[in-house]
């Protein structure tokens, strides 16, 4: 359809403005050819008619001798014979004699005769038909006429001009034709260059939304058309990285979710078993309800990262912008970690700053983004490392909140990739994969941005960049 659409959009537009154009065209090149050759015709029979009125009105006012008599000697020696006819007419608009011998029969004149007989100028022109042809008459009244000899008349008929003209206008009409092939030929070839990839590229762009990521497209011109092709298997590629990011979140996420529904259900059974035969140890419960406890907070904090995510997807997260300290929420959220980093033999340093930094922003959410970034410096670190929270104002406006760690770091190819939705770059730990995502948006949504630098092996250092409230 879309092909058919194409095609018939070209004839209609491209080729039907050139056959208009070329219709108007062979118009107005019919209409200046013939006002061309009739008027060539016309101005070679009055230029004779002149000519031939000018030696009778010299003669006549000389009066060298008969009038009648040299008047016939013209008509005999009319040398145009072949390309028009002498005649000449009594007063009365008859014809005496002609330069072909032949006298026409009475009536049959043109109405030039009786105009010019009339027309005190004493010349008249008539073209049109007369018995079935076309023809050029003018009659002319010269001075000295006599009863017998009174006006002569040129006729010239227009039948070969006519040809001439037809000849002309089929001519110029089968260089139109020749001009509408070859542009709907080259504009067939041209039309098909794009249609044709562009119905391949439909049927791979259907087989892509289907869910066929590995269908790729060939570019065979270094055009647009190679561009798009280009572009599609750019897409096809992000899209088939994307789903399978989103299938290992899936699987991420379940395996999450399972491990502490395990743990809570193996602990819950277990005190039960012991409820029911009477022999509860104290501390054995008091264990089991940590671990309990523990790992429901744990699958809140995942349902809430979810629902989040979900939130920033459909765009219904609101901040709740309030005036607020940000060194003193950041020491709020690097204290929450003290504890864990003692049990996990690492080592969390705060070098906290005496200055105030006001900014504008959402306590709460601000608070989840500096909780976030902490657990996977402490997630991705190994025991006997070190995480390093600092701050300090910049010189545009800005306060930098460096977390570095001395953990795993991010290999170079994905450093680029880990604030993408669903991407996790290594599967050994823990994670859903969505939280840097999630913070980063939170925190663009407040006017800035996170900076990540990182060396495989060595350790990462992510920075909270947050503009200061004027």
């Avoid at 070190?386 to 545009?396: A, F, N, P, Q």
Wanted: with cysteine; charged share 25%; net charge negative.
């Amino acid at each position: 359809m879309a092909v058919k659409k194409i095609t018939r959009r070209w004839i209609s537009n491209s080729l039907g403005v050139i056959l208009v154009i070329l219709i108007a065209l062979e118009a107005a090149i019919a209409v200046s050819v013939k006002n061309y050759y009739y008027g060539s015709v016309e101005r070679v029979v009055l230029s004779q008619a002149e000519t031939i009125s000018g030696l009778l009105s010299k003669y006549s006012a000389e009066g060298a001798g008969d009038y009648d008599t040299y008047f016939r000697s013209i008509v005999a020696g009319f040398d145009k014979k072949n390309i028009m006819e002498l005649m000449v007419l009594d007063a009365n608009g008859e014809v005496t004699i002609t330069s072909s011998g032949f006298i026409p029969e009475s009536g049959t004149l043109t109405p030039d005769c009786a105009d010019a007989l009339a027309s005190p100028e004493g010349i008249s022109e008539y073209t049109g038909e007369m018995n079935g042809e076309k023809l050029l008459s003018v009659t002319t009244v010269p001075s000295g006429s006599t009863e017998d000899f009174h006006s002569f008349r040129l006729v010239t008929s227009l039948t070969r001009v006519d040809t001439q003209i037809t000849v002309v206008i089929i001519l110029t009409g089968l260089i139109c034709v020749a001009i509408v092939f070859f542009v709907g030929v080259s504009g067939s070839y041209f039309i098909n260059s794009i249609v044709t990839p562009v119905g391949q590229i439909g049927e791979v762009a259907k087989k892509i939304s289907a869910g066929d990521f590995n269908e790729r497209l060939e570019p065979k011109t270094d055009d647009e058309i190679g561009e798009l092709c280009k572009t599609i298997n750019e897409m096809a590629d992000e899209l088939g990285a994307t789903e399978r990011m989103k299938n290992d979140f899936i699987s991420s996420v379940s395996h999450e979710l399972r491990t502490p529904l395990t743990a809570i259900k193996g602990w819950a059974e277990m005190l039960e078993d012991s409820s029911r035969e009477g022999n509860v140890d104290i501390e054995t419960m008091k264990r089991g309800m940590g671990v309990i406890i523990g790992e429901t907070d744990r699958l809140s904090v995942m349902v809430e990262e979810l629902l989040d995510f979900s939130r920033l997807q459909s765009g219904r997260m609101v901040l709740q912008p309030m005036m607020l300290d940000i060194i003193a929420e950041l020491s709020e959220a690097v204290l929450t970690f003290e504890q864990r980093a003692i049990r996990e033999n690492k080592e969390l340093i705060f070098e906290e700053s005496d200055d105030i930094i006001p900014v504008m922003g959402d306590k709460n959410r601000l608070r989840q983004v500096f909780v976030n970034i902490i657990d996977n410096a402490l997630k991705y670190s190994d025991g006997g490392g070190s995480v390093t929270v600092t701050t300090r104002r910049t010189g545009d406006g800005f306060v930098d909140i460096a977390i570095k760690d001395t953990g795993i770091g991010i290999p170079a190819d994905q450093l680029d990739k880990v604030k993408t939705k669903f991407f996790k770059g290594n599967a050994t730990r823990r994670g859903s994969g969505i939280g840097l995502a999630v913070a980063d948006e939170i925190i663009r949504m407040h006017g800035g941005e996170i900076l990540l630098d990182s060396v495989e092996g060595e350790g990462t250092t992510v920075t909270i960049r947050l503009p200061i409230h004027k």
